[in-house]
């Protein structure tokens, strides 16, 4: 325990670092993701803005990102970081491999909850004289606001764990922490305390998805 | 003045891996005139909703044209058939509402679509609910109403641009008899007091014996006969058409009655057909044949009479033929049941 309260501050760093990495990759892995899905429900054939070619090769891209460990992706992603972000190691460059993984995670969720959408709901909106593109954000996806917001809630689960993992290669956050203060050195106060406060931040998150999406079902 | 038309279209749907072709219209060619409420009747797979979603673009036929008012609609582009779908109000079996909507929300959405202003939107909301009867549920979500009042937010989604043509896509099949009744009464009040011209696709006779001025009867893609409601059932020419009038109106015995009618009563079994005054009684009686009403069911139809009767016939033998051939020679349908 005094080993962990001399380390109070490097741990109050390791949440504020998890809080950076856990934000950004959510926020932008989840615009990309929702991008992608939208391009993914909207173009498959059939659809509001069907478009075979295009729909072949996003939902390809997809299951070829999406099976890849994570671990293992971010080592991968080593030579773009390099070229885009310049560096391959540190919160940066976790925030960038969690980001695109957020990404094609989402893109898969939100097709998903797209696809069932009523289809009358989407007639009676053509119906109506209405352009594809807008019935995709004014129909669409408000009809699936509920169980987006639950998708988005798994993500963030999902995110938090990867950080932590992302501890292994050196990423800074609780993860990091957790291994070069607690089990490096034996001390599972430290590691106990870690887990702890990353079931808080899992538990906080889930309870307000499922308060947000309770509103937007009104049940 | 005719308000819509189609030209012997086709429409064929490829399904599957093996690429079966279905056919789910075979030459169609129907006219709907302006003001008039238009019913299309028949069994599920007879190609009604396709028939249907094609006035308004929502499918393509493979061959034929249609035609509403002045414009071609199989010869318009997508961005062109929006503007007169805005001419084209929509209700559907399953009511279709945004859930994620007011009632109110859902009535302006089409007036969102065509760029109304706030004000102007919030005034044509307020008129519109009041015409359906539900002013007081305007901040309510679809899923508080029941499946009447949700039938009468879709009528009035689809009245919000004020389109002269409404397309009613099984409109109370999802409804109780009660119901029913209460929405075919609005459209029929769509249709007086609003002037618009309905056509409504259905596979109850009742609905169009309620609402409906003329009809086509459908039946495998094609349209079987067509004409004013009460000639097409009273007298109907084809196989569907007098299908739909027997299960209806249940007025003629099944071979089952029949078969028990045949062994309880002995006498000559005769069904007749009723439609105007038919001087029945008096027919039997003048040639001293006793008339015993076994089965039978007669009903209206656009206010004139509709049905048959059964009856058994006894008296003198050469009595009965004389009745009978003078029933005919009145242009009376009569079916001898012994068999």
């Known amino acids: 325990m005094d080993e962990f309260l001399s380390n109070l501050p490097i741990f109050r760093e390791a949440i504020g670092t998890t809080f950076y990495i856990v934000g950004i990759s959510v926020v932008l892995g989840g615009l990309l993701g929702l991008l992608l899905g939208l391009v993914l429900y909207a173009t498959r054939p059939g659809n509001l803005l069907s478009n075979r070619p295009v729909f072949i090769v996003v939902n390809?891209?997809?299951?070829?990102?999406?099976?890849?460990?994570?671990v293992i992706f971010l080592l991968a992603l080593q030579p773009v970081m390099l070229a885009t972000i310049g560096t391959t190691i540190g919160a940066d460059a976790v925030t960038f491999g969690?980001?695109?993984?957020?990404?094609?995670?989402?893109?898969r969720i939100i097709e998903q909850t797209l696809i069932a959408v009523d289809p009358g709901v989407i007639e009676a909106a053509r119906a109506a004289g209405a352009r594809?593109?807008?019935?995709?954000?004014?129909?669409?996806?408000?009809?699936?606001?509920?169980?987006?917001?639950?998708?988005y809630t798994f993500i963030f689960v999902a995110v938090v764990d990867m950080s932590a993992q992302a501890g292994l290669v050196g990423g800074g956050g609780l993860g990091d922490f957790?291994?070069?203060y607690g089990s490096q050195r034996y001390n599972w106060t430290v590691v106990y305390i870690t887990v702890a406060t990353i079931i808080v931040i899992v538990q906080a998150g889930q309870f307000l998805g499922n308060f947000l999406a309770r509103r937007a079902l009104r049940r | 003045m005719t308000h819509v038309r189609l030209k012997n279209v086709s429409k064929t749907f490829t399904r599957g891996r093996d690429g079966s072709r279905v056919v789910a219209l075979d030459d169609v060619s129907l006219e709907v005139a302006k003001g008039e409420v238009f019913g299309v009747i028949g069994h599920s797979g007879a190609g009604k909703s396709t028939l249907i979603r094609l006035i308004n673009g929502l499918e393509t036929p493979t061959t034929g044209e249609v035609w509403v008012g002045d414009h071609e609609i199989t010869a318009l582009a997508e961005k062109d058939q929006r503007a007169v779908r805005r001419d084209i109000g929509m209700i559907f079996q399953q009511f279709n509402l945004f859930r994620s909507r007011t009632i109110a929300g859902n009535v302006a959405y089409p007036l969102k679509v065509a760029g109304v202003d706030r004000a102007e939107r919030d005034r044509r909301v307020a008129r519109l609910l009041d015409f359906v009867g539900l002013l007081d549920r305007a901040h309510d979500h679809p899923e508080q109403l029941s499946g009447g009042q949700k039938q009468r937010v879709g009528i009035a989604r689809a009245l919000a641009t004020e389109p002269s043509l409404l397309?009613?896509?099984?409109?109370t099949s999802a409804l109780d008899p009660k119901t029913t009744a209460e929405v075919l009464a609005l459209l029929g009040r769509v249709n007086k007091e609003l002037g618009v011209t309905i056509l409504l696709?259905?596979?109850?006779?009742?609905?169009?014996?309620t609402v409906a001025d003329r009809v086509a009867v459908m039946d495998s893609g094609r349209i079987a006969e067509a004409g004013p409601v009460y000639d097409v059932f009273a007298n109907p020419a084809s196989d569907v058409a007098a299908d739909f009038v027997r299960d209806a109106l249940r007025d003629r015995p099944s071979p089952e009655v029949l078969a028990r009618l045949r062994r309880t009563h002995p006498g000559r079994l005769v069904t007749v057909a009723v439609r105007a005054r038919t001087g029945l009684a008096k027919t039997f009686f003048a040639h001293g044949v006793t008339a015993d009403l076994v089965f039978g069911g007669i009903s209206e139809l656009q206010e004139r009479?509709?049905?048959?009767?059964?009856?058994?016939l006894t008296g003198p033998a050469d009595g009965i033929d004389a009745a009978l051939a003078e029933l005919r020679a009145g242009g009376i349908d009569v079916t001898e049941e012994n068999d």
């Open chain 2, 167 to 171: 397309l009613a896509d099984e409109a």
């Open chain 2, 201 to 209: 696709i259905t596979h109850e006779l009742d609905v169009i014996r």
């Open chain 2, 305 to 312: 009479a509709v049905g048959s009767l059964t009856f058994e």
């Open chain 1, 98 to 107: 969690l980001t695109l993984g957020a990404a094609f995670a989402v893109s």
């Open chain 1, 132 to 151: 594809p593109l807008s019935i995709l954000f004014t129909v669409v996806l408000p009809e699936a606001l509920g169980p987006v917001i639950l998708g």
């Open chain 1, 178 to 180: 957790a291994v070069t």
């Open chain 1, 60 to 70: 390809i891209l997809v299951n070829i990102v999406r099976p890849i460990p994570f």
